[in-house]
């Protein structure tokens, strides 16, 4: 029996749903966009966010309801899903905070930027936002939701949005700057990308208040130590 196991382990698992949706709405809520970001970590390029409204009401058959938060679906399946929801949401907007600006009031406060700048590219304005995290953004009434990417199909379908967008934006950056393969690494410390940084130097687009970029500007050959060597040694250089 172990395939019929795995099929009620899987029915079992939480997806993402409209409760939290159906909640703010009973509030007098109507135009709830959902809110996520995708490039908090990497060392290179913008943090992008971006905005969903969807449907008051989905078919039973519609595909939104494949929508998952995009770190659990492959490119091929985030591709399909990000046409599908430009097509079918009543509005779908993002917004970035690009290196500098992160460097200027640091990633956190650029992702907040980001997501409000998502906002307000939206065509219809949102009542109300639900906002994946523990930060709610002050542009509009938000509700900061704990890994709402998992649980909140609107949040989710942000996510898979600011990825995709994300990602394209990584592929031309790869074109205008060359040697850091930012096409395979979408701008993360890869073992690769930080030997490309010891040799070429930071490029216009790297995070030069992040750590790493920051020490390979200062002694290039440290970037030569392996990515577990440099966090033990927890490298500190100006």
């Known amino acids: 029996m172990p395939g019929k196991t795995k099929r009620l382990f899987d029915l079992g698992k939480r997806i993402p749903d409209r409760k939290i949706e159906e909640q703010i709405k009973e509030m007098g809520f109507s135009l709830i966009a959902g809110v996520d970001e995708a490039g908090r970590g990497p060392l ?4 992008v966010a971006a905005a969903v409204i969807l449907p008051d009401w989905i078919r039973k058959r519609s595909k939104l309801w494949q929508v ?32 500098q600006e992160i460097d200027q009031i640091n990633i956190f406060q650029a992702t907040l930027l980001a997501m409000e700048r998502a906002v307000k590219s939206l065509s219809v304005a949102p009542d109300f936002c639900l906002v994946d995290g523990i930060r709610r953004i002050e542009a509009v009434p938000s509700r900061a939701v704990k890994k709402g990417d998992l649980i909140c199909l609107s949040i ?12 394209r934006l990584m592929l ?45 500007s200062g002694r290039p050959r440290a970037c030569l130590l392996s990515k577990a060597e440099s966090q033990e040694r927890k490298l500190k250089w100006k």
Do not use: M, W
Request: glycine residues 10%; charged residues 30%.
């Open 68 to 99: 998952r938060d995009s770190k659990k679906l492959r490119p091929e399946q985030r591709e399909e899903l990000f046409n599908l929801i430009f097509k079918e949401a009543v509005a779908v907007g993002a917004g970035e905070a690009d290196a």
């Open 156 to 167: 989710a379908a942000a996510s898979i949005i600011a990825k995709v967008t994300r990602d």
């Open 172 to 216: 031309e950056f790869d074109r205008i700057y060359p040697g850091y393969d930012f096409a395979g690494n979408k701008g993360y410390g890869t073992e690769a990308h930080l030997k490309a940084l010891s040799e070429l130097g930071p490029c216009g687009i790297h995070r030069r208040s992040f750590e790493p970029v920051r020490a390979c």
């Open 44 to 47: 290179a390029g913008p943090v």
